[in-house]
């Protein structure tokens, strides 16, 4: 694909807002802008952010030795490197990525956030939409305030769909992220328990996700999931900015409030009444789900009129029932954007799971489930609930189940509490074995224990791996699922078990 060209007209418009000031002669085209002189190639433009513990500007003379033909810079540096300044580096990397998205031609955008789900609805969507034409997706974390204008200086003009992910770890960050990339579709996935000590509270981090509808106008759409506790929240603020919103999944209504009791029978109307609730599905839901080891099966429906559905088996080759959820808003956002009904369905039956998502990997007659990539409770139990299932499989059914979590992080005051309500819910699910790692998880091993599980806690990683081989050579295979927050690296005991074998 060919890369957009950056020149001194198209720099200079892109940062008016900041009033650039130009030193030096800038003739060059430039095809790159980056951040990082370890990535920086001859030809590359070179942008100096200032963080707390770094700044940019110290690498000017770097940039200028691996061939940078300009530094984009808060204040003038000494060096004969082309330099223009503008005051606040971050602003402008932020007004490039705007100006990139907004001089596209015909770009259809999708911009995701909730508290779980990101990354593996990203890749699902991405399935679906790369088989009509190049689609830009959200690599990595990329997803924050410098991370979304960085993934966005990554648009060429043969890209006719971006699916960009926006986290937030205060209250803020959605809003600007969602004005930068100006979605045609803004989804939210649910709303739960990450970085909750940032937050405050779920209702906290509800509005803070609601602040992606703000990128919207009259024509967009909004997707909801359809029974998250916070629905009627998202619903409002999404009405702030469009009228056009799916729902994805199904929620438990009071029957009054689901059906019109003046069509129906006396006799419909008393059997209803014996009834606490009714379940409503939402514009875009599933039937029949069938859990097969790492993947699942469930029957999609599209509900978009009175009387017509368009329905397709999906075989998701996600592990988890969780996923489908995941999937459900993945298919919603197609729809969204006009896609065919049948392209949904080969999307999401091809999709592939990202690298520490629930990764299957054999381990001689052992089966790890490497979903190390980050944490929360909810994800956490979900992943157990995945574990669980090898036990119960037609073919290759393991013998014992075990689960090794290290701590969950961004939990502000709430950590201690979580940490020991996930020991608590470990304990009505079950587990042959518990392995826990870190500070917090001493309480997650505390409270697991009280319920009968057989559990141990480690304050470090490094003699988790003789642990784990010491209790595997009992001559039955055992499934494993290693799990934490991203800080916790939990891989690396992972690598270091699969490096056995070859030792």
Not at 85 to 93: N, T
Not at 157 to 168: I, S, T
Not at 177 to 186: E, K, Q
Request: proline letters at 3%.
């Amino acid at each position: 694909m060919t890369p957009y060209i950056w020149q001194f007209d198209n720099l200079n418009t892109a940062l008016g807002e900041l009033n650039p000031i130009w030193h030096g002669r800038f003739t060059a085209q430039s095809t790159k802008i980056t951040t990082d002189t370890r990535q920086l190639n001859a030809g590359d433009i070179f942008l100096a952010i200032c963080g707390d513990n770094f700044d940019g500007h110290a690498f000017i003379d770097t940039a200028k030795d691996k061939g940078a033909v300009l530094a984009i810079v808060n204040h003038k540096v000494e060096s004969d490197l082309p330099q223009v300044v503008v005051g606040d580096s971050k602003q402008a990397l932020g007004l490039l990525g705007k100006y990139r998205r907004d001089v596209h031609p015909n770009l259809q955008v999708v911009a995701l956030t909730g508290s779980s789900g990101k990354t593996t609805t990203k890749e699902m969507l991405g399935s679906i939409l790369s088989q009509i034409a190049p689609t830009l997706i959200t690599r990595g974390n990329l997803n924050n305030d410098l991370g979304v204008p960085m993934m966005l200086l990554e648009l060429t003009d043969e890209h006719k769909f971006a699916v960009m992910e926006l986290g937030a770890n205060h209250i803020g960050e959605i809003a600007y992220t969602t004005a930068l990339v100006s979605p045609d579709v803004a989804c939210v996935l649910n709303i739960g328990t990450a970085h909750l000590g940032e937050f405050g509270g779920r209702d906290n981090i509800a509005k803070t996700k609601a602040e992606i509808f703000q990128g919207l106008d009259d024509t967009g759409v909004a997707v909801l999931p359809y029974g998250d506790e916070f629905f009627d929240i998202l619903a409002n603020e999404a009405q702030k900015f469009t009228q056009q919103i799916l729902t994805t999944g199904e929620q438990n209504v009071p029957p009054k409030l689901a059906l019109d009791f003046s069509k129906l029978s006396d006799i419909e109307k008393e059997e209803l009444g014996k009834l606490d609730f009714v379940q409503v599905t939402g514009d875009v839901f599933a039937d029949d789900v069938v859990v097969e080891g790492d993947k699942v099966g469930f029957e999609l429906y599209v509900n978009l009129a009175v009387d017509e559905f368009d329905e397709g088996a999906v075989l998701l080759p996600f592990a988890g029932e969780h996923n489908v959820s995941n999937a459900l808003s993945a298919a919603a956002c197609a729809v969204a954007l006009g896609v065919d009904f049948e392209l949904i369905v080969s999307g999401l039956n091809n999709a592939k799971p990202a690298k520490g998502r629930l990764n299957f990997k054999t381990f001689g007659n052992h089966l790890i489930i490497d979903d190390t990539y980050n944490a929360n409770v909810p994800a956490m139990m979900a992943g157990l609930k995945v574990l669980n299932a090898q036990k119960f499989l037609d073919k290759n059914a393991y013998d014992k189940t075990l689960m090794v979590i290290g701590d969950i992080g961004e939990l502000g005051d709430e950590a201690v509490s979580e940490h020991q309500s996930l020991g608590e819910q470990i304990g009505q699910v079950g587990v042959d074995k518990l392995i826990c790692v870190g500070d917090l998880m001493k309480h997650t091993h505390e409270y697991a224990s009280k319920v009968g599980i057989d559990s141990v806690h480690f304050a470090d990683k490094p003699l988790i791996k003789d642990e784990i081989l010491s209790m595997i050579g009992d001559g039955q295979n055992w499934a494993m699922l290693f799990k934490g927050s991203r800080f916790m690296a939990m891989e690396t005991i992972v690598n270091d078990l699969i490096n056995t074998t070859s030792e």
